[in-house]
Nanobody, 127 residues
């Protein structure tokens, strides 16, 4: 059983930065496919970024626009999402997800790829 827990959300002004953390237990993150999704009020949950077991990364180009970076600390068994130049449109609940498979790149944005989900952390971008 894998458990993932997000933290680091909060209120930030437009243009600001935040770093979200996703701590995993039950399996090391280097043996998992890890991803970040988000769900804004009234909208469907959408893919943001992912990291493969190999350390390769994938981003939703349209929403992220080079502002977000996903990274991994194997020693802390934690995956991070560094977000900068935040915009009000980034306001959402951010979810961490973990998959035990080794999917192809095009499947990284598919929710069914992931077996375990966190409860989410709220990010609000507002002045």
């Amino acid at each position: 059983q894998v458990v993932v827990v997000e933290s680091g959300g909060g209120l930030v002004q437009p243009g600001g930065s935040l770093r979200l953390s996703c701590a995993a237990s039950g399996r090391t993150v280097s043996t998992l496919t890890m991803a970040w999704f988000r769900q804004a009020p009234g909208k469907d949950r959408e893919f943001v970024a992912a990291m493969k077991r190999s350390g390769g990364t994938s981003y939703d180009v349209d929403s992220v626009k080079g502002r977000f970076t996903v990274s991994r600390d194997n020693g802390k068994n934690t995956v991070y999402l560094r977000m900068s130049s935040l915009e009000p449109e980034d306001t959402a609940v951010y979810y961490c997800a973990a998959g035990i498979g080794n999917p192809i790149t095009s499947s990284l944005r598919v929710e069914s790829t992931y077996d375990y989900w966190g409860q989410g952390t709220q990010v609000t971008v507002s002045s």
